[in-house]
């Protein structure tokens, strides 16, 4: 695939998707605890009925037949309740109780009074106070899909229906290499030198997308030869499902990214994309020797920072949910408070900030490729098609960016 056909923007999401789900790991099970930002390999079902059994919604009484009722027992959560078998009998409930076989009705505590000699009067609501069996679902009924990305609320019902551990997929490892001699990794920019700014942010976006990035697999910068590209992508290879590198991935005098995968053997999966800000962008299919068998990738970030978020979200985002088994990230729709010029033949990612009705998008300002600053007050991108505009009023595509892997928007 030639650098001098880009890929159409929507078709390489979709080719970096299928790149990740082709490789993705086998199922491994975990314990619930440690399953918070894991995705569901296999359907998640209930082991029972739940409710499991008739249970109480109240404080009160069960009651069997006319009124006032004889108290003959009591049954709290946990308890086994007896069966009511006489009329003009009840049992004292708690919320969570079981509910005694025979039971008419429940009365609440507050809508009941006792008599001189014990027994209880009250009157029960029109609608019952208890769950039925089923009531939530019922036994081997899909409560999850598989790809569910699990958060405290998935364990939360996986726990309900009796589970101790869950089927998942395995957490993708990612590594960091930053490129380039001109750039700083502490103190102010100055003297033709400037701050690194993608070391320090990729592995957050590479955490919200489900992958593991230790501090160790965050490495450079990279001295700007072939022989030092060459080592460092090897070694970080060799303990990452992915690596992210940062510049380099255009042809000039010190872009060493391409002779460096050539050597390496490796296949584009996509090399340059029809999008601005962030063409340049690439990502590679490499065969490392191991045990499993499976390719590693590597994606080529462009340098500038935005224009490398744009790749991340573009190329990453997909493949890190192919390799979970998650769906692909799906574009909202959102209505464009102004107009937003298009890019000729290649797809504008214009960075928006949504409104608080969630339901319209505004640009936002300081948006050169070079630039963070827009970025830091964006939620995502309105995704303008080629060869078309977006006028204000029209309802338009967005792009989030990422959030916290398991995280509800």
């Known amino acids: 695939m030639s650098s001098d056909t880009p890929v159409d923007w929507e078709q390489a999401r979709a080719l970096a998707y299928e790149a990740g789900r082709r490789a993705a790991g086998p199922a491994e099970l975990i314990s619930l605890p440690d399953a918070d930002g894991r995705t569901l390999a296999e359907p998640l079902r209930a082991l029972t009925d739940l409710p499991a059994f008739p249970t109480s919604s109240i404080d009160g009484w069960a009651v069997r037949g006319p009124q006032p009722w004889r108290v003959t027992g009591r049954v709290l959560a946990g308890g086994v309740a007896a069966p009511l078998d006489e009329d003009g009998a009840c ?110 942010q990729v592995p957050g976006w590479l955490r919200r997308c489900g992958a593991t990035v230790d501090r160790s697999a965050v490495a450079g910068p990279v001295r700007d030869t072939l022989e030092a590209h060459l080592e460092a992508v090897r070694g970080a290879l060799s303990g990452a499902d992915l690596v992210c590198t940062t510049g380099g991935t255009m042809h000039g005098p010190v872009d060493h990214l391409h002779p460096t995968l050539a050597e390496l053997g490796a296949e584009y999966v996509v090399n340059t994309v029809a999008v601005r800000p962030g063409f340049p962008m690439l990502l590679a299919r490499v065969r490392v020797p191991g045990p499993d068998g499976r390719p590693r990738f590597l994606a080529g970030l462009p340098g500038n920072p935005q224009s490398a978020v744009i790749a991340l979200i573009t190329l990453v985002a997909p493949l890190l949910a192919g390799l979970q088994g998650r769906p692909a990230p799906a574009l909202t729709r959102v209505e464009t408070t102004t107009d937003v010029p298009g890019r000729g033949g290649f797809t504008h990612l214009a960075l928006a900030r949504v409104d608080h009705d969630g339901r319209s998008a505004t640009p936002v300002g300081h948006v050169g490729s070079a630039m963070l600053r827009g970025l830091s007050n964006a939620h995502g991108f309105i995704v303008v098609r080629p060869d078309t505009k977006a006028t204000a009023g029209d309802l338009v595509p967005f792009l989030p960016l990422p959030l916290i892997a398991g995280e509800r928007p």
């Open 91 to 200: 049992v004292e409930i708690a919320t969570g109780a079981m509910v005694p076989p025979g039971a008419d009705a429940l009365v609440r505590i507050e809508d009941s009074t006792r008599e001189a000699d014990g027994r209880v009067r009250g009157e029960p609501r029109s609608a019952p106070d208890w769950r039925l069996p089923g009531e939530e679902a019922h036994k081997d009924e899909e409560l999850l899909p598989a790809g569910t990305a699990i958060d405290p609320a998935v364990i939360g019902v996986a726990a309900t229906c009796g589970y101790e551990t869950v089927s998942v997929r395995p957490r993708p490892r990612a590594g960091v290499l930053i490129f380039g001699d001109e750039l700083l990794t502490a103190g102010t920019p100055g003297a033709g030198r400037v701050r690194d700014s993608l070391g320090p």
